[in-house]
């Protein structure tokens, strides 16, 4: 099955500074990869998601970019702000999703 | 998306009881399914409800511990059976929609 690696586990970012996240899948059959942000004590929530036709898309202050050669994608976040303090999940998927291990953000005001 | 309504959000409950988790969908989906996420952990998918037919397990999930229904398709529910402090966890059904997956509000889940 898939196997899906997220890093870093925790990020600390200084407001106004832009966070980067990780991800490398093992499945080259996988085709769509989502992000979720998971705000403390709420459900995840689809923030962006991309598929394996497409190598980047942006979304205001969020973008993320597909390396399928390298099997790896990664979440961006630019100007950074307190309310995206929060854990995030990458995700990829052939058939059904597989999650990574999630990252902590934490955005210092 | 789908408006998904879970209940009950949490519940304290004893080792050896079974709890049933609802999940009500305000429009008729395909696909539902079933996710734990463990305190501070990702989340795992425990089965995917099938309609009028049994639930699809993933690997060390079973039907005598975690059976659901599907009955239509716009409702589910997972039960917790025989719980043991193990299985303290935040619940999730999720539906897809168009390949995207969303979540309802979360079940908390702690067994004395």
């Known amino acids: 099955g898939e196997n899906v690696e997220q890093h870093p586990s925790t990020l600390s970012v200084q407001e106004g500074d832009s966070a980067v996240i990780k991800c490398t899948y093992s499945d080259s059959a996988s085709n769509y990869f989502p992000w979720y942000k998971q705000e403390l004590g709420k459900r995840p929530q689809l923030i962006i998601d991309?598929?394996?036709?497409?190598g980047e898309k942006k979304d205001q202050r969020i973008a993320v970019t597909l390396n399928k050669t390298a099997k790896h994608f990664s979440l961006h976040i630019t100007e950074t702000q307190p309310e995206d303090s929060a854990v995030y999940f990458c995700?990829?998927?052939?058939?059904?999703?597989?999650f990574g291990a999630g990252t902590t953000v934490t955005v210092r005001a | 998306s789908a408006v998904i309504s879970q209940k009950p959000s949490r519940d304290i409950c004893q080792r050896g009881t079974s709890l049933t988790i609802q999940c009500q969908v305000d429009s008729q989906v395909t696909m539902m399914f079933w996710y734990r996420q463990q305190p501070g952990q990702s989340l795992t998918l425990i089965a995917t409800a099938n309609q009028g037919s049994e639930a699809t397990y993933e690997s060390g999930f079973v039907i005598d511990k975690f059976p659901i229904s599907r009955p239509n398709l716009t409702f589910s529910t997972l039960t917790v059976s025989n719980m043991s402090p193990e299985d303290s966890s935040i619940y999730l059904c999720?539906?897809?929609?168009?390949?995207?997956?969303?979540f309802g509000s979360g079940t908390q889940l702690s067994v004395l």
């Open positions: 995700a990829a998927s052939d058939y059904k999703l597989s």
């Open positions: 991309i598929r394996s036709n497409v």
């Open positions: 999720s539906v897809g929609e168009n390949e995207k997956l969303f």
